[in-house]
């Protein structure tokens, strides 16, 4: 079976450019998780998912920011007018249940690099 | 702001020691996950605890929920156990992340 799948696995950037970044979660699962991993840092909630709605987006940094799954299944991260201090790893996590504390599948993650 | 505290941050051991990792936290949590995460960012979820403690093979688990305290435990530790191990706690929907403590095992 499938885990979670994100693309681009990585990307550079120019400062100014939209980017786009995409997850595929386990097939059924309900719950969907952005999170954002500084270099040398443990990853940051970003924002949360269940089905298509989008419950929870406190953690997203900025307007410049903006996550939507608009048929429950996959979702997309837009950053809008990326910064240098964007650059980071987008995890991307599911969970066939409700809520955050019940196990959670991660994606390999999308390297964002921003110049 | 750091709800979740981590040590050692890094720690090297030869093959064979018992290893032991903490996890403090300052919130008050549904539950707190041990999570390995090797170099190129794979996140894979080692256990999710509530109370008391869990064993899987060589890991060992351990909360204490009124010292909001838990332990990581590796025992024969092995070269392949070499990864960076990351607590994390959950309220609600939220997930709060240790900065993680770096292994390195030693043939």
């Known amino acids: 079976g499938a885990g979670v799948s994100q693309s681009p696995r990585y990307k550079v950037a120019k400062r100014g450019q939209d980017v786009a970044l995409r997850c595929d979660p386990i097939s059924g699962h309900v719950s969907l998780f952005w999170y954002q991993q500084a270099l040398g840092q443990g990853p940051e909630f970003l924002t949360y998912?269940?089905?298509?709605?989008?419950?929870?987006k406190s953690g997203l940094p900025s307007d410049r920011f903006f996550a939507e799954r608009p048929e429950g299944s996959v979702s997309t991260l837009k950053i809008q007018r990326t910064q240098q201090e964007d650059s980071a790893v987008y995890l991307c996590?599911?969970?066939?249940?409700?809520?955050?504390?019940?196990?959670?599948?991660f994606g390999p993650g999308t390297r964002l690099t921003v110049l | 702001k750091n709800e979740v505290e981590q040590s050692p941050q890094n720690l090297t051991a030869q093959e064979g020691e018992f290893i032991t990792i903490n996890c403090s936290y300052s919130v008050g949590i549904s539950a707190l996950h041990w999570l390995q995460q090797h170099p190129g960012g794979g996140i894979v979820s080692l256990f999710m605890?509530?109370?008391g403690k869990k064993k899987h093979g060589r890991l060992i688990a351990t909360i204490n929920i009124q010292e909001k305290h838990s332990s990581l435990h590796i025992t024969a530790s092995h070269p392949r156990d070499s990864a960076v191990y990351i607590c994390a706690v959950t309220t609600g929907n939220q997930f709060y992340f240790g900065t993680g403590t770096s292994l390195t095992v030693i043939p």
């Open positions: 998912f269940q089905n298509e709605a989008q419950l929870d």
């Open positions: 605890l509530s109370s």
């Open positions: 996590a599911s969970s066939s249940r409700r809520l955050a504390h019940n196990e959670q599948f």
